[in-house]
């Protein structure tokens, strides 16, 4: 789950709304401070299938929702996806003597997939949003060797019709099993990755840093 401001997001990666397992996420939102909440949407994908548990992950940030699939197989057996979806605003009727209501809806952006998309990378198996970036881990990635890892950061491009990969982000000592990306974080600049497994299954996190908008990225710091 994830909240920002007065909207909470909930996976539910075993609803059964497109087939067995093939997930959905809640949205919910208060308008008297967090006293109580409304469910406002249900989130699911437009070519969602039996078991690829869409809510996996989730993350939001301003009007916009990530939804990580990581069991999606658009790349090869569970491959992985994310999805996001934006928050509009929409007239709804009113008689003329009362002024005209907005309500929320939320269609589909985007469906973004690793640009050398493999069989099981698990690309979405974490999610993290900020700004118009959007950080995906791929934890089952194999660059450093098998299930070493990896997590992806992508920009929103200036139509907002779709994103572009801008990065793959790998750690400078990435080995087998790390499972770097089984959990991400980004705010504005930095982007912090978590590797389950790395140290002899102590586990790891990665700090990394952009002075150029988000071009690249240089690892600064590795915390244990």
Do not use: C, E
């Amino acid at each position: 789950m994830a909240i920002a401001g007065d909207t909470v997001v909930v996976g539910a990666r075993f609803d059964d709304v497109n087939g067995n397992d093939s997930g959905s996420v809640y949205v919910f939102r208060t308008t008297d401070g967090g006293a109580t909440y409304s469910q406002v949407a249900k989130l699911t994908a437009a070519d969602g299938a039996a078991g690829d548990k869409f809510g996996y992950s989730v993350a939001i940030d301003g009007d916009r929702v990530v939804v990580g699939v990581r069991y999606d197989d658009d790349g090869g057996t569970n491959s992985g996806s994310a999805y996001v979806f934006l928050d509009t605003l929409a007239p709804t009727p009113q008689p003329t003597h009362l002024p005209t209501q907005r309500t929320s809806s939320w269609p589909q952006l985007a469906k973004m997939v690793a640009g050398d998309a493999a069989a099981n990378d698990y690309f979405g198996g974490s999610v993290a949003a900020s700004g118009d970036l959007v950080a995906v881990g791929a934890y089952g990635d194999d660059d450093g060797g098998p299930n070493s890892g990896s997590v992806y950061i992508l920009r929103m491009d200036s139509s907002a019709a779709g994103y572009t990969q801008l990065v793959k982000l790998t750690a400078d000592d990435a080995t087998f099993g790390d499972n770097f990306g089984w959990s991400v974080a980004i705010d504005g600049d930095t982007v912090v990755v978590g590797a389950y497994y790395k140290n002899s299954r102590r586990g790891a996190a990665y700090v990394f840093r952009t002075s150029d908008g988000g071009a690249t990225y240089a690892q600064v710091a590795k915390l244990t």
